[in-house]
């Protein structure tokens, strides 16, 4: 059975940096991607950006762009992502997801990583 | 910026159906959107229910279908329940810089 767990919530201060691991497990992982999508407090799912769990190729929202970084660990089947520079505006839950490249089918999720930004 | 569109809220009363769309600013949505539908709980991640239009995965209910009317994909509920009271959002392919678009989301009360 496919399943992704996340890391634990994190609090951080304006300016910081926050780092959220995705582990998967119950599938080949290098031969899916995962997106990362977070969730503001009442806000729409918003999309962050993608890797390709086997080349580390990514794409991310230009939104993010120069502060969002997404890596990979295929020996530990992990994926990773770093968001800088942290705003009040970045509080949200983070989720990573499972999809087969290329194929628009996205399918499992992580659990969500609460991300609260505070001074 | 595209932006994809949802009803806000929607109402239906247990065995009921009722039909969710998604609208798309860049105009007439395809296949080649891959929509897919997502159902979302409070406090929990979303779960996939649709993917490429009309495909459900193994755990996705029957009652669930997916379709495209009027160049607008739509998720469809049949013999609502009240386990189906949910957020429901839609997810679009654009390609480009930003491929990946979530829909506002739909707030379904069963009444």
């Known amino acids: 059975q496919v399943q992704f767990v996340q890391s634990g919530a994190e609090a951080k201060e304006p300016g910081a940096s926050v780092k959220i691991s995705c582990k998967a497990s119950?599938?080949?992982?290098?031969?899916?991607?995962v997106h990362w999508v977070r969730q503001a407090p009442g806000q729409r799912l918003e999309w962050m950006g993608w890797?390709?769990?086997?080349?580390?190729?990514?794409h991310y929202s230009q939104r993010f762009q120069g502060r969002f970084i997404i890596t990979r660990d295929t020996s530990a089947s992990t994926v990773y992502m770093e968001l800088s520079s942290l705003t009040s505006e970045d509080a949200a839950v983070y989720f990573c997801?499972?999809?087969?490249?290329?194929?628009?089918?996205?399918?499992?999720w992580g659990q969500g990583t609460l991300v609260t930004v505070s001074s | 910026q595209t932006v994809v569109t949802q009803e806000p809220s929607l109402t239906v009363s247990p065995g009921g159906t009722v039909t969710l769309t998604c609208a798309s600013s860049?105009?007439?949505?395809?296949?080649?959107?891959?929509p897919n539908w997502f159902q979302q709980k409070p406090g929990q991640p979303p779960r996939s229910l649709i993917f490429?239009?009309?495909n459900k995965h193994s755990w996705t209910p029957a009652r669930f279908s997916g379709s495209l009317l009027g160049g607008r994909p739509a998720l469809t509920l049949s013999g609502v329940q009240p386990d189906d009271e949910a957020e429901y959002y839609c997810?679009?392919?654009?390609?480009?810089?930003?491929?990946?678009?979530f829909g506002g989301g739909t707030k379904l009360t069963v009444l």
């Open positions: 860049t105009g007439a949505v395809t296949s080649a959107n891959y």
């Open positions: 490429s239009t009309t």
């Open positions: 997810l679009l392919y654009y390609g480009g810089a930003q491929p990946w678009v």
């Open positions: 119950g599938y080949f992982f290098s031969t899916y991607g």
């Open positions: 890797v390709n769990a086997g080349s580390g190729n990514t």
């Open positions: 997801a499972q999809e087969a490249p290329g194929t628009g089918v996205w399918d499992s």
